[in-house]
């Protein structure tokens, strides 16, 4: 019921940022916690930010300071801006809405997840 849809996935040269946006097809996920998770071939998938309701972040070690997750309540949009992007950050990146409670980093805790979107950082 609040179905996110990742998009502004593409490739960039390393350095370079990008932002990405996920907006939810249906309901409204202004009130929920959205969580930004990624996933390269031949890994698990991996936390990168989340931002609650309140607006209150959470980041991955990996991209503190480099990521920053914000959220726009007015067009129902949560972005994820990328800087100075790495190669090691090339992989699917997917949106997931959170199902509640106190713990953001791990993929159990999120109940519907976005298709994707593929990012490509070039050396």
């Known amino acids: 019921q609040v179905q996110p849809v990742e998009s502004g996935g593409g490739m960039v040269q390393a350095g370079g940022s990008l932002r990405l946006s996920c907006a939810p097809s249906?309901?409204?996920?202004?009130?929920?916690?959205v969580g930004w998770f990624r996933q390269a071939p031949g890994t698990v998938r991996e936390f990168v930010a989340a931002i609650r309701s309140d607006g209150n972040t959470y980041y991955a070690d990996s991209v503190q300071g480099r990521f920053t997750v914000s959220r726009d309540v007015t067009k129902n949009t949560v972005y994820l801006h990328m800087n100075n992007l790495k190669p090691d950050d090339t992989a699917l990146y997917y949106c997931a809405v959170h199902g509640g409670g106190s713990y953001y980093h791990g993929p159990e805790y999120y109940d519907y997840w976005g298709q994707g979107t593929r990012v490509t950082v070039s050396s």
């Open positions: 249906g309901r409204t996920f202004n009130n929920y916690a």
